[in-house]
């Protein structure tokens, strides 16, 4: 069982900057797994932001490559996300997901966490 929890959501100018963090507990081998943040708006689809492996590989998507940063502290279970030059298109809820299988390519995990509100002001 994997517990997901986000932290660092909040209300930003345009331009200005947030770090989400989620920690992650449960029976889980945190170093190997998949980490990777989504996030979604009323009536749409939940995307990729970012994801990360167990060995610091990235994966962006196109709309925040240059302005947000995913890292991760496997010492402290933790997956960070990085966000800057927030624009108000970011706005959002923000979701931590995990998935511990072997890494054979990016997909999305089984484990979310109950996700963060970010909401960005013109």
């Known amino acids: 069982q994997v517990h997901l929890v986000e932290s660092g959501g909040g209300l930003v100018q345009a331009g200005g900057s947030l770090r989400l963090s989620c920690a992650a507990s449960?029976?889980?081998?945190?170093?190997?797994?998949?980490m990777g943040w989504y996030r979604q708006t009323p009536g749409n689809q939940r995307e990729l932001v970012a994801a990360?492996?167990?060995?610091?590989?990235?994966n962006y998507a196109d709309s925040v490559k240059g302005r947000f940063t995913i890292s991760r502290d496997n010492a402290k279970n933790t997956v960070y996300l990085q966000m800057n030059s927030l624009k108000p298109a970011d706005t959002a809820v923000y979701y931590c997901?995990?998935?511990?299988?072997?890494?054979?390519?990016?997909?999305?995990?089984?484990?979310w966490g109950q996700g963060t509100q970010v909401t960005v002001s013109s």
């Open positions: 997901n995990a998935d511990f299988q072997p890494f054979t390519g990016w997909r999305v995990g089984d484990s």
């Open positions: 449960g029976t889980i081998f945190f170093s190997i797994g998949v």
């Open positions: 990360i492996t167990g060995g610091g590989l990235t």
